[in-house]
């Protein structure tokens, strides 16, 4: 899949990139993330719900809060 689209978040679009580079790792916690990207916890929390509900990231589990990507997230490839 190619597309070149605009995220409402440009932090959605890092961190997508971010997980697809990472994919050695199944599942992501927030905060992991937000380390990995040197952003706030509370800003990748607001992107990670627009990338759940656009379908290219799904939670794993709730306590804690754990994402993974979907196969729509793991193929789609992310224009600079």
């Known amino acids: 899949v190619f597309l070149n689209w605009n995220l409402k978040f440009e932090n959605g679009k ?4 971010y997980l697809q580079e990472h994919q050695e790792e199944d599942s992501w916690k927030a905060r992991d993330i937000a380390e ?7 800003r990748v929390s607001g992107a990670m719900r627009k ?4 379908g290219y990231i799904e ?6 809060v754990v994402y993974g990507l979907t196969e729509t997230g793991k193929n789609i490839v992310i224009e600079d």
């Open 36 to 42: 990995g990207l040197f952003m706030t916890s509370k």
């Open 51 to 54: 990338l759940v509900t656009d």
């Open 14 to 17: 890092l961190i997508l990139k």
């Open 59 to 64: 939670k794993l589990g709730q306590d804690p």
